[in-house]
T-cell receptor, first 114, second 115 residues
Framework: EAQVTQNPRYLITVTGKKLTVTCSQNMNHEYMSWYRQDPGLGLRQIYYSMNVEVTDKGDVPEGYKVSRKEKRNFPLILESPSPNQTSLYFC?????????????FGPGTRLTVL | AQSVAQPEDQVNVAEGNPLTVKCTYSVSGNPYLFWYVQYPNRGLQFLLKYITGDNLVKGSYGFEAEFNKSQTSFHLKKPSALVSDSALYFCAVRDMDDSWGKLQFGAGTQVVVTP
């Protein structure tokens, strides 16, 4: 089944404790992206990647890092999480960066930083 | 810069009645428009998109959307709502001239369908 997977689905952590949220897609997509969803704000892009080893900042990149060493994986790293990073996170992928391509989303990771 | 507005935080409709979820957009070039739905504790599911051509786009689960360039709108519609349509709906836009694939989302509209 073609899908985007994320792990973990739920995570509670404390301020300053480094964490990684994994994202993997099995559709051979070139483009991958991370979003955070907050009430009343919709989804905002954190980082995106147009292909292996090509990443760039989205609208809200502060406090986050990403890497794209393999085409299928795009982990989101929080080096020193803070409470304002408590949110629902979504990974997405699309065939390419073309504006006509549909982005497909993972199931989400709900992160709570205490 | 592109932007999307969903003017209603919540839409309430009785089962069997028509459902409309409003969306207006702003882009510098030509828009590509998308609707997604989020069911409780689930990820976003793609419903439909407008790229070019016919202004009426048909999508999944009986939904359709009408692109109106003069009003810069892309309202989502369903002729007869089901209780199972209760979910959070997001409109999103991409600019045709955008070279890095950014999808700009609206704030979302909660749809509540009552039996």
């Amino acid at each position: 089944e073609a899908q985007v997977t994320q792990n973990p689905r739920y995570l509670i952590t404390v301020t300053g404790k480094k964490l990684t949220v994994t994202c993997s897609q099995n559709m051979n997509h070139e483009y991958m992206s991370w979003y955070r969803q907050d009430p009343g704000l919709g989804l905002r892009q954190i980082y995106y990647s147009m292909n292996v080893e090509v990443t760039d900042k989205g609208d809200v990149p502060e406090g986050y890092k990403v890497s794209r060493k393999e085409k299928r994986n795009f982990p989101l790293i929080l080096e020193s999480p803070s409470p304002n990073q408590t949110s629902l996170y979504f990974c997405a992928s699309s065939l390419s960066v073309q504006a006509t391509d549909t982005q497909y989303f993972g199931p989400g990771t709900r992160l709570t930083v205490l | 810069a592109q932007s999307v507005a969903q003017p209603e935080d919540q839409v309430n409709v009785a089962e069997g009645n028509p459902l409309t979820v409003k969306c207006t957009y702003s882009v510098s070039g030509n828009p590509y428009l998308f609707w997604y739905v989020q069911y409780p504790n689930r990820g976003l599911q793609f419903l439909l998109k407008y790229i070019t051509g016919d202004n009426l786009v048909k999508g999944s689960y009986g939904f359709e959307a009408e692109f109106n360039k003069s009003q810069t709108s892309f309202h989502l519609k369903k002729p007869s709502a089901l209780v199972s349509d209760s979910a959070l709906y997001f409109c999103a836009v991409r600019d045709m001239d955008d070279s890095w694939g950014k999808l700009q989302f609206g704030a979302g509209t909660q749809v509540v369908v009552t039996p």
